[in-house]
């Protein structure tokens, strides 16, 4: 299992949790993403993604999509997809 990064947290709102990240990698439903920075540490399987509040299914290289996350997040914290 490894990871690589996919992007950055560039913005983050409580209500609802949702954690705004610019992508620099392809992103979609049902991946797993692990959240890091200095006092950010979570893993979390993306269960929905959005665009200017549009539902998505998948995220490129250059989007800023909205993801619901458990917890709160901060901006600069990196972004990993999960690997099998």
Do not use: C, F, R
């Given at each position: 299992m490894g990871e690589v990064e996919i992007g950055k947290?560039?913005?983050f709102f409580a209500q609802p949790?949702?954690?705004?990240?610019?992508?620099?990698g392809a992103l979609k439903i049902g991946d797993k993403i692990?959240?890091?920075?200095s006092t950010t540490d979570m893993e979390l399987a993306v269960?929905?993604?959005q665009i200017d509040r549009?539902?998505?299914?998948?995220?490129?290289p250059g989007d800023l999509v909205g993801i619901?996350?458990?917890?709160r997040v901060r901006r600069g914290d990196k972004v990993?997809?999960?690997?099998?």
């Open positions: 947290v560039t913005d949790v949702v954690a705004g990240i610019e992508l620099s692990h959240i890091q920075g269960e929905s993604m549009v539902n998505i299914t998948e995220g490129k619901k996350v458990p917890d990993y997809k999960v690997t099998e």
